[in-house]
């Protein structure tokens, strides 16, 4: 028999809130989410409260967990301070600031050397198929590639690898990322159906992000590639409170429009001082296949123009071309699948780019090199 909400709420009803109320009537569950024995949902509380809450989270999960049926279960403990908290923003419960707000830095994931993020300020330029790319690249390179797909409303990485297994657990409470074309890889698109809803409020996303970052068994990488969703919001802003960030790949068209929320994603990354390692100017132009006939579809250079103009590198150009799209939907990312064709040429490119910025920061910062291997 599938596992259903009523199963999950049935088993909570034993477990009383700190004011003594049954959990369902306590008004602090979020939407519970059950796929293929995977349960999320998070509790909501008064920041205030965080640390009386903290035993009834773990108590909780135990108790999902205990469920016949469960596989595995993310509770999230979200809190919000009264009144939205200073400048409105949602923060996460645990008792501890943002390493910003106390002048301290954001530890990394064990085993993970750097960390890089791939965005947009807007969605449908290409950022995912980009990304993924970019890390084949990167593994071309010589280097073992993680990914992490962070946009949780709209996870891209099961479609983008044609992945339709779940990850395993170690222990029961660790989960394993997925191996997938010489790359480490997590989405929260593995642990549900593609037509799910995620109806997630900020702290619970910023909750499941941190999750996937500390309690994923990644085991040792050279770099992690994440997957941004598009926009300047809770997303960007965990992953630059909770990591850090080694820097930003920033990608984006050619048009006008494009190029304005690129700029407000360059200027979030550095008032939140991540590094902008570059832009890349995907559907750059297209080659008609029968004629040959350029057409700048988007306009042509805009990106480039747009780096110059800010004092970012430019990382390259990416054209609008069948070969990419088919390979996109089809799961088989052209860096992989076609490695000698032009296209993959253009990512690696990319990619070569990319860890020599890694290299120029780290030795500007006096720290050890990415060491290539032959």
């Known amino acids: 028999m ?16 700190p004011d003594g109320k049954p959990l369902p009537s306590s008004g602090a569950l979020s939407e519970i989410v059950v796929s293929d024995g995977k349960v999320f949902f998070s509790i909501a509380v008064d920041a205030a409260a965080v640390k009386a809450w903290e035993p009834v989270r773990k108590s909780v999960e135990d108790a999902v967990r205990s469920i016949p049926g469960v596989q ?6 979200t809190a919000e301070r009264a009144g939205g908290g200073a400048g409105g923003a949602p923060q996460r419960g645990g008792g501890t600031p943002p390493p910003a707000a106390h002048g301290g830095g954001p530890s990394g994931v064990p085993g993970v050397a750097t960390i890089i993020a791939v965005a947009s300020g807007k969605g449908g330029v290409g950022k995912s198929t980009t990304a993924i790319n970019l890390a084949l690249g990167l593994r071309d390179l010589g280097l073992k590639v993680g990914v992490l797909d962070a946009d949780i409303y709209g996870p891209s990485l099961p479609k983008l690898l044609a992945i339709k297994e779940r990850p395993q657990t ?28 995620m109806i997630w409020r900020g702290p619970m996303v910023m909750s499941a992000l941190t999750q996937m970052l500390r309690e994923v068994e990644w085991g040792t990488l ?5 997957d941004m969703p598009p926009g300047t919001g809770d997303a960007q802003l965990t992953m630059a409170q909770q ?17 304005i929320d690129a700029r407000r994603g360059i200027a979030m990354f550095k008032r939140v001082n991540v590094p902008v390692l570059g832009i890349v100017e995907n559907m750059s132009y297209f080659l008609c296949p029968s004629c040959g006939t ?16 800010l004092n970012v590198p430019f990382l390259g150009e990416v054209p609008l ?32 780019r990319v860890r020599d910025q890694l290299q120029g920061r780290s030795r500007a910062r006096g720290a050890p090199n990415i060491v290539i291997e032959a």
């Open 170 to 197: 170690l222990g029961g409470t660790r989960l394993l990322p997925i191996s997938s074309h010489g790359l480490s890889v997590m989405s929260i698109g593995f642990l549900i159906e593609e037509e799910t809803p």
């Open 243 to 259: 990591v850090p960030l080694a820097g930003a790949v920033i990608v984006s068209t050619p048009q006008d429009l494009a190029l």
């Open 294 to 309: 350029r057409s700048d579809i988007f306009g042509h250079g805009g990106a480039r123009h747009e780096a110059d103009r």
């Open 2 to 17: 599938a596992l259903t909400k009523e199963q999950i709420l049935d088993r909570l009803a034993a477990i009383k809130s």
């Open 222 to 226: 050279d770099v992690m590639v994440v």
């Open 321 to 352: 071309d069948m070969t990419i799209r088919e390979t996109s939907d089809a799961g088989l990312p052209v860096v992989a699948t076609r490695p000698d064709g032009p296209h993959a040429k253009v990512y690696r490119e990319i990619a070569t």
């Open 72 to 77: 595995s279960a993310m509770i999230a403990l």
